[in-house]
């Protein structure tokens, strides 16, 4: 009699959590997650299994692995080059998520372009545009490239094909949330589909040797491209950010595992496309004829390069008496009321009395704690209306107890103020004890060694 054949168990895994279960739940016990419990087959081992994983390759000591430089490919676009680190590495996967409208697809495309001109292949899958909206956009650009292949609204089955057919130096995927597999046909949109179809992108970009191009939607809750364990398959994660009324774009970098992470890219949008900002610092400080009552200029890193920022507060009586509002746009909202805070305790400024808002012009995000003095500065400022000192720039940690703490990256910093033009610097007085200055020009430097410091030098 024949031995009755065993089918091999079938479970369920939950693609966010990773919760496994013999059962279909159509909401994951761990996670509470709807509709992410995908099938899978629990796999006999074979007898040969432990012989194969020792022919595919054995450890190897650290010593022994070869070292080298990641090799990079410029397009030419300097913004876009700089963000990446210096260049497109081969091979990798980079996500770049933003909001509808932003000019994602226009980056990318523009981005074919110059491939093109370098001899690649670029095969730019589009499950939003019809090839005639792409055309267009092209012809609006000054783009015509006999290297550029368009695949517009298909699965992901045949998007593999078109990849082996045409064998593309890079892929383009616009976007990632359009693209389905037939194998998660009943999941379509959903968090598994998501995820299932760019594992598949990825190890189609690894095994073929070609470079790809992610865009994904930033969704209601704020994450980029639906679940935000997407973030940590890809290679880079970068950021599209600008208003649509304004035509300043920043392309930020969040995630990057050949490059510095925090670097900022800054476009200007027109009619003909974008095009890469070559003095940042004056760009973003360019509107500003003097220094008014409540503004201070900031030194920020960007990465690696220093960007001038100008910071702005506006401090005006409540309506709301013992409620007063704190809001900040591009700053943290805590750090401005830890600020305030200080303020009040130190200087016996009312600040309880008032509503209080921060905004960092040009659209960029500071998280570093040596803007503390310049937005103090940029607070009293605006409460006493007093008016900065012309071409001054502020650096420095404010602590609890109102000291300034030394900051990092001072030469850089300095350097790039002295190059726009700003004659007084503010610095930590425990920074400057050391004696160590990397400057030899001819400005004048103020020992900042708390908060009262700050006051005294505010004060005409």
């Known amino acids: ?19 496994q279960s013999a059962k279909y739940f159509g909401r994951c016990p761990q996670c509470q997650g709807w509709n992410t419990m995908v099938e899978s087959e629990a796999g ?118 078109h990849v082996r057919e045409a064998r593309p130096d890079f892929l383009i995927i616009d976007s990632i949330q359009t693209l389905t597999s037939k194998k998660t046909a009943g999941l379509g949109g959903s968090a598994a589909s998501l995820r299932y179809v760019t594992a598949e992108v990825i190890e189609l970009a690894k095994k073929s040797g070609i470079t790809v191009f992610i865009i994904g939607h930033i969704t209601k809750e704020g994450q980029l491209a639906g679940p935000k364990t997407l973030e940590h398959m890809v290679d880079a994660v970068l950021y599209f950010q600008g208003e649509a009324q304004a035509d300043i774009r920043l392309l930020r970098a969040e995630k990057n595992r050949f490059g510095p992470l925090n670097e900022v890219g800054i476009f200007q949008m027109s009619e003909r496309g974008l095009a890469s900002v070559s003095d940042p610092s004056q760009f973003l400080i360019q509107n500003r004829q003097s220094q008014p009552p409540g503004t201070a200029i900031f030194p920020a890193m960007s990465g690696m390069r220093p960007l001038l ?48 808002f921060l905004n960092i012009t040009g659209g960029m995000v500071i998280r570093e704690p040596a803007a503390d003095l310049a937005v103090c500065q940029a607070l009293i400022s605006s409460f006493k209306n007093i008016a900065p000192r012309p071409n001054s720039a502020l650096l420095g940690e404010v602590g609890l107890t109102g000291e300034i703490r030394p900051v990092s ?39 900042i060694g708390n908060i009262g410091d700050l006051l005294n030098f505010l004060k005409p």
């Open 1 to 19: 009699m024949a031995a009755k054949r065993t089918q091999p168990p079938i479970e369920f895994e939950c693609i966010e959590c990773g919760y």
């Open 409 to 447: 990256f001072l030469e850089t910093r300095l350097k790039e103020s002295i190059r726009q033009g700003f004659s007084t610097i503010c610095l930590p007085a425990a920074q400057i004890a050391q004696g160590r200055l990397p400057i030899n020009h001819d400005i004048s430097v103020i020992s």
């Open 309 to 356: 920022t100008e910071i702005q507060a506006l401090a005006s009586e409540s309506p709301f008496a013992g409620n007063p509002r704190r809001i900040a746009i591009g700053f943290d909202n805590y750090r401005l009321s830890m600020l305030i805070s200080i303020i009040e305790k130190k200087l016996k400024l009312p600040f309880y009395k008032s509503d209080v």
């Open 44 to 161: 006999e081992e074979s007898p040969d299994a432990d012989a194969n994983a020792t022919d595919k390759g054995r450890p190897q000591k650290l010593s022994d692995v070869g070292s080298g430089e990641v090799p990079r490919l410029v397009t030419g676009m300097d913004e876009f080059d700089r963000v990446l680190g210096g260049g497109i590495v081969s091979h990798s996967v980079t996500l770049i998520g933003g909001e509808p409208g932003v000019g994602k697809s226009t980056l990318l495309l523009e981005v074919s372009a110059a491939l093109a001109q370098l001899g690649k292949k670029v095969l730019y899958y589009s499950g939003e545009e019809s090839a005639l909206q792409i055309k267009l956009r092209a012809d609006r650009l000054g783009i015509a490239s006999e290297r550029i292949l368009l695949f517009t609204i298909g699965t992901l089955e045949d998007l593999k094909s």
